[in-house]
């Protein structure tokens, strides 16, 4: 308690119990080298013993709840039914594709209303004040740029309750009083909003004119534990109820260490636990099964059932919470959504179907990007490789191992004393060759690059973003300040275009000494994260660029780093190769600039079994691109956890092992030998489907549906596959269930489709789908299927980087139906350029049908030279033993011969020969 004391007391900060014994002991030397006290340092000494009997764990009580939140308070305390909210009769009119009126409010403020019909059968309302007191912000940045209108007619007919107005198919019905507003899709209700009358808009105002009786707990100042947050602008709030009609799921609004499907958390407006809460925060080591707020947020929410899919983007970047009730029919879900500042700009999505709804909302914050192919394969990465030698020795050990890895990683140790943009003279004298040697075997590098800069005159960083003023500020309009690993630190204001073109310019290779154009990016901590902070975050009356508080723009604010980021990356090549750039913190859009991952999570099984559904929560809100540290990052996971979690891994979509600096070694060369040939198979899985992954990344480009996808998805129509949330789907054809509990001898695997056929992808058995079906498994096993009527493309020869894999031959996996037919695609181009923009690339189209196998051009705008042939061929599920085999093209004709696996009923065509990009058909008689 002295030691707090003193810390708060003498230099105004409050102690955060944050990260782990290393953090902490960080902080309290800073305390120490500012007090210079014997006792002063005594006492840190001691503080420091005490930490080292405490196990890792995060501290709750550091994060606020509902009931510390005044706006979420009043928000959840609105009585149903009763709203005085009226729509002027006389203030509806249709114009250009936009429906507009006014709402006049309980305190007789009016709101200006505007209804979009926007194309692909999606709608838009955004509701604003006439006269603002205060401007309020608008995430349009989120969106990928103006959402096109709907090509369809707009008809509207008035009555004197309220409006009907048709939008091709739609139908929306909106009463003036009590408000309403229903959406019909081929006479079903789809969506409604205020049907509940909670919609609540609380405009500002200037505290000398707010009665005494208006004026609430929280309204102007609010305390969480010893901050204050001063509200100059007093209560600003806006929620709005919102119902899934025909609903049986809803899933999304991540990041939230929890069930796939949403929980409810009332039941009949009866509380059964707090919202989902929606606000960054660097919350180490969370705990499991909770819908604490998390690293990122994305408020979108997708309701689904075996008839109708639809979506709800609720487009504000300042603090939600979100309400979920369930219906006792089960067959519709309320949604109660309210955010602390910003407007009603909300988004109705209706589908009608899971691919739909994943192309509705690409339309509106953008498409995942292809990423290069070094991206999609595995990472190596530690909390810290130590110096240049350490680096030079894992690399080794992989190698000497026959080991696949593409990209090695460096965290805030390569710095000089975290200095972003720097690099340690003593551990890295030579970084570019460094980074060279790695390329030299056709390997990459990652650093890490987080939004605070450290407060030192002559770190160049410093010097330029303080003179430029391109820091956050303090409400007084000082350089905002706060520790967090450099120390006494400051914050790059991203939310300033000329701060982000600045940033952007850092890494040139002129700027980034001793960086190649084979080094790339990683941004963490950036939520962001302040040591010393409410909730260890940035106080919310900070002020931005414009004049935006923190408040206002905090769930947004890393999206804006990762995107500078990966401008500067992009930008050093002339826009010539796909970028790399991780982030820890996401908002709606992340997903054009780059991965994602879930933060720092623990080495136990609680953490790798919630992996999955915490991926299927980012993948079906358009972060398609994401993964979890394999292995976990605090603590030591014994082997058989690790071996489980690469086997999860490799069949995720970004697979990087990293590690706590307190934690042991266990870089796979360096593990016992039984241990690390589980592992290495586990990873070679992963390069030998490439071809494949890469494919239904290109696919997901053109669609947005997830690579890594719910059962649902594929089987909508499937009530079984609703609430699955530990197995998924890869693109369309696989299906992996990852084992996620100890000493497992045995596991119930869902396969979907009644009349859908399964092959056990490595042991090549078939199985009926529409059932669970008994796996017997020991810890080489990873329960992974393929589906029949698909065609996967692979390939075998695993080397050591997936670019040394570049120009390998084809091994064809076909996978018969139950009408002896298949289908699938390959899709190839030089997986680092854009010249894929520019029709370099080759997109193959197979089918297999009457036992004769086609490969034709998928898309005849591209070409592409390439070495790749096909080496292989199974033909899973065959009825009998074909004799031969004869392969057509270029009006010649080959005999081939054919192996006969009888127990798994597939014949084998080897070395066909044949170049990759050519027409050919192959006949087996």
Request: charged share 25%; glycine share 6%.
């Amino acid at each position: 308690s002295i030691l707090l004391s003193i810390g708060a007391s003498n230099y105004a900060v409050d102690f955060p119990v944050h990260h782990d014994v290393l953090v902490q002991v960080q902080y309290l030397t800073l305390l120490a080298t500012m007090a210079y006290s014997e006792l002063f340092v005594l006492l840190v000494a001691f503080a420091f013993l005490s930490m080292l009997d405490r196990s890792y764990s995060a501290e709750t009580s550091n994060f606020k709840k509902c009931k510390d939140v005044a706006f979420c308070r009043h928000h959840r305390k609105l009585s149903p039914q009763h709203s005085t909210y009226r729509i002027l009769e006389d203030s509806v009119q249709l114009k250009d594709k936009v429906l507009h009126f006014t709402i006049v409010t309980a305190l007789e403020k009016h709101l200006a209303c505007q209804l979009h019909g926007l194309a692909h059968d999606t709608l838009r309302l955004q509701v604003r004040e006439k006269e603002p007191v205060r401007k309020r912000y608008e995430a349009t940045d989120a969106l990928s740029g103006s959402p096109p209108p709907t090509d369809s007619r707009m008809h509207m007919s008035k009555s004197s309750d309220g409006i009907k107005l048709e939008v091709g198919q739609t139908v929306v019905s909106l009463s003036y009083s009590p408000i309403m507003l229903s959406v019909h899709l081929d006479d079903y209700e789809i969506l409604s909003l205020n049907a509940r009358g909670l919609l609540e808009y609380r405009t500002g105002q200037l505290r000398s004119e707010a009665s005494k009786a208006s004026v609430r707990s929280g309204d102007w100042e609010e305390k969480f534990k010893t901050f204050n947050d001063s509200k100059p602008h007093g209560p600003m709030s806006v929620g709005m109820d919102i119902a899934f009609h025909q609903a049986k799921q809803v899933y999304g609004v991540p990041e939230h260490a929890d069930s796939f499907a949403l929980k409810p958390t009332m039941s009949s407006r009866r509380v059964l636990r707090d919202p989902f809460r929606l606000y960054n925060l660097d919350v180490f080591q969370y705990e499991v099964d909770t819908n604490v707020a998390l690293y990122g947020s994305i408020p979108f929410m997708i309701g689904h059932s075996g008839q109708f899919t639809s979506g709800v983007f609720w487009n504000n970047a300042a603090e939600t919470w979100v309400d979920v009730d369930t219906s006792p029919a089960g067959n519709q879900i309320d949604t109660h959504w309210f955010s602390e500042t910003g407007i009603i700009d909300v988004f109705l999505l209706l589908g009608p179907s899971p691919t739909d709804v994943f192309s509705q909302y690409a339309m509106l914050t953008g498409y995942t990007p292809l990423p290069p192919m070094f991206a999609i394969s595995y990472h190596q990465s530690r909390w810290n490789y130590n110096d240049e030698e350490d680096v030079s020795n894992v690399v080794a050990g992989f190698d000497e191992d026959d080991f696949p890895v593409d990209v090695i990683w460096l965290d805030i140790e390569h710095t000089t004393e975290k200095k972003y943009l720097t690099w340690d003279k003593e551990r890295f004298p030579v970084p570019e060759r460094m980074q060279d040697q790695l390329w030299s075997g056709h390997r990459r590098m990652v650093v890490i690059i987080d939004p605070h800069i450290k407060r030192e005159e002559g770190y160049h960083v410093h010097d330029e973003a303080t003179e430029l003023g391109h820091y956050i500020k303090t409400a007084n309009g000082s350089a905002y300040q706060g520790y967090c690993w450099s120390g006494q630190s400051s914050w790059i204001d991203f939310l300033s275009p000329a701060a982000r073109k600045w940033w952007s310019g850092k890494f040139t290779l002129d700027n980034f000494k001793g960086s190649t154009l084979s080094l790339f990016g990683w941004n963490d901590m950036n939520e962001p994260s302040v040591f010393d902070g409410p909730e260890i975050s940035m106080h919310k009356d900070a002020v931005h660029h414009d004049d935006w508080e923190h408040r206002d723009v905090h769930n947004i604010y890393g999206f804006y780093q990762h995107e500078a980021t990966v401008d500067g990356i992009t930008q050093r090549t002339n826009s010539e190769k796909r970028p790399f750039v991780l982030s820890r913190a996401f908002f709606a859009g992340s997903q054009r600039f780059g991965p994602v991952w879930t933060g720092d999570n623990t080495a136990n099984w609680d953490h790798l079994r919630m992996s999955v559904p915490m991926l299927l929560s980012l993948g079906v809100t358009g972060l398609s691109f994401s993964g979890a540290d394999v292995g976990g990052f605090f603590a030591d996971p014994d082997m058989e956890l690790l071996v489980r979690w690469y086997q999860a891994g490799a069949f995720q979509p970004f697979f990087r092992a990293h590690a706590h600096v307190d934690s042991r070694r266990r870089e796979p060369h360096i593990l016992h030998e039984e241990v690390r040939s589980l592992i290495r198979t586990a990873v070679t899985h992963r390069y030998a489907l490439l071809p494949y992954w890469y494919t239904a990344f290109r696919q997901s480009t053109k669609s947005g549906v997830p690579v890594m996808r719910p059962l649902w998805v594929e089987f909508p129509r499937e009530e079984a596959t609703f609430a699955i949330d530990d197995q998924f789907m890869i693109g369309k054809d696989l299906l992996v269930k990852p084992i996620t509990r100890p000493g497992v001898r045995s596991v119930y695997v869902h396969l979907p489709g009644k009349y859908q056929l399964w092959y056990n992808y490595f042991d090549l058995s078939s199985h009926k789908g529409g059932k669970d079906i008994q796996l017997q498994v020991d810890i080489s096993t990873i329960p992974a299927f393929q589906r029949a009527g698909s065609i996967v493309a692979t390939k075998q020869r695993v080397r050591r980087s997936s670019v040394a894999m570049l120009q390998d031959p084809i091994t064809l996996r076909i996978a018969l139906d139950g009408k002896l037919r298949a289908s699938g695609e390959l899709y190839i181009d030089d997986g680092e350029t854009y010249k894929y923009q520019k029709g370099e690339f080759i997109h193959r189209r197979f089918s297999f049908n009457g036992n004769k196998l086609s490969s034709k051009c998928a898309d005849t705008a591209g070409t592409f030279k390439v070495m790749s042939w096909v080496e292989q061929i199974y033909v899973i599920g065959l009825k009998r033993e074909p004799s031969t085999a004869t392969l057509s093209y270029k009006k010649k004709k080959v005999s081939l011969s054919v192996s006969w696996l009888q127990e798994q009923r597939t014949a084998v065509i080897r070395k066909p020969d044949i170049n990759i990009s050519q027409d050919f058909t192959l006949v087996l008689t």
